[in-house]
C-alpha cells in the first residue's frame, strides 16, 4: 500500500489528518511533518529521507499545502526518485481520496491523478449551484 | 510609480511569504538568488525556477559573479535573496541607498539569539549586522506591511548584557 506524508506548513497537516480520520477512520502508514517558524530546514530533511527510505518501495506521495512555499520546494526535490510522487494544495476531500483508493492503485502518479481530479472536483461556489 | 529594490537575507530563499508578500506585493519584475548551493544544483534550480510567479524573471548566480550579474538588473526593480548574513556581507559594496536591505528569515540552531519570529542570530552574525547597520538602513521583518523588529539592543548583546 502507498504510503502518504503529509508536509505543511504550521500544524495543517495534523489537523488535516486528524480530521479525515474522524471521518473515515484511522489511517495506517501516514507521516506528518510540519515547518514552523524557526524550523531547522535541514532537521526537517533528514527525518524526510527516512521517511522517504522507509517506504519507497510501496510507492509515497508527499501532500503539501502551497506549491512555492518550503514543504513543496523541499519535497519536489524526491522527484528524482520513481516511488515518490508529490501532491500540492492539499485539503480534506483530496486526502480522502488518497486514502480511500490507495490500495487500489499500482503507482503514486496514478493515486495523485485521482486525488487532484477529486480536489478540484471538490471545491464548488455553492450559490451557482442553487441558481441552477 | 516608486521601484522597489530589496536585499533579503532569508535561509528558505524562494517560499510563501517571499512569493506572496513581497514578489506579488510590489509586483516586482525581478527576484535573483545569490547562493553557490543552488547554482551547483540542477535540481533545486528547477524548483525555485518553476515557483516564481509567471512574468517575474528569475537570476540564480553564485557569490562571485553576482556583482556581474547585478547589473543586468540593478537600475529596475527587483528583490535579491541571500541565504545567510555572511553571504549579504560579502556583497555589501553594492548595497546603495535605494536599496531596502530586510532580514525576514533565518532558522534556529543552537548558540543563537531570538531576534524575532523567524531571525535567530549567533554573536558573529550579530556583529557582521552591526557592521553593515552604521553605513545602512536595515530592518527585520518577514512581511512587508509588518514593523520592523528594534534593533537598538544589539550592542548590549554583545556585550553580554542581554
Excluded at chain 2, 120 to 135: A, G, N, Q, T, W
Amino acid at each position: 500500500m502507498i504510503a502518504v506524508i503529509l508536509l505543511t506548513h504550521s500544524s495543517l497537516g495534523l489537523e488535516l489528518l486528524k480530521t479525515t480520520e474522524m471521518i473515515i477512520g484511522k489511517q495506517d502508514k501516514v507521516e506528518v511533518l510540519s515547518i514552523h517558524s524557526g524550523t531547522t530546514l535541514s532537521i526537517l530533511v533528514e527525518k524526510l529521507d527516512q521517511l522517504v527510505e522507509k517506504y519507497k518501495d510501496g510507492g509515497v506521495v508527499i501532500a503539501t499545502d502551497m506549491f512555492g512555499g518550503s514543504p513543496s520546494n523541499i519535497a519536489m526535490a524526491y522527484l528524482v526518485n520513481e516511488g515518490v510522487e508529490v501532491i500540492t494544495g492539499v485539503n480534506l476531500p483530496m486526502l480522502i481520496k488518497i486514502f480511500s483508493d490507495r490500495k487500489g492503485v499500482e503507482t503514486p502518479q496514478e493515486l495523485c491523478a485521482l486525488a487532484a481530479e477529486a480536489a478540484k472536483k471538490s471545491i464548488i461556489i455553492a450559490g451557482e449551484i442553487m441558481k441552477r | 510609480m516608486k521601484k522597489h529594490r530589496i536585499f533579503r537575507v532569508d535561509d528558505r530563499l524562494i517560499h510563501g511569504q517571499v512569493i506572496e508578500g513581497w514578489i506579488k506585493y510590489f509586483k516586482l519584475s525581478n527576484t535573483s538568488i545569490v547562493n553557490d548551493k543552488v547554482y551547483a544544483d540542477p535540481i533545486q534550480q528547477m524548483i525555485y525556477r518553476s515557483v516564481v510567479p509567471k512574468g517575474v524573471n528569475i537570476l540564480i548566480s553564485t557569490i562571485k559573479s553576482f556583482e556581474n550579474e547585478f547589473l543586468k538588473i540593478k537600475n529596475d526593480d527587483f528583490l535579491v535573496l541571500f541565504e545567510s548574513i555572511q553571504d549579504l556581507y560579502t556583497c555589501r559594496k553594492l548595497i546603495d541607498d535605494s536599496i531596502e536591505v530586510n532580514i525576514g528569515c533565518i532558522a534556529n540552531r543552537p548558540h543563537k539569539h531570538q531576534i524575532s519570529d523567524t531571525v535567530f542570530l549567533d554573536i558573529s552574525e550579530i556583529k557582521l549586522l552591526c557592521e553593515l547597520r552604521e553605513e545602512h538602513n536595515i530592518s527585520i521583518k518577514k512581511l512587508p506591511w509588518e514593523t520592523s523588529i528594534e534593533i537598538l539592543n544589539f550592542n548590549k548583546l554583545l556585550d553580554g548584557n542581554l
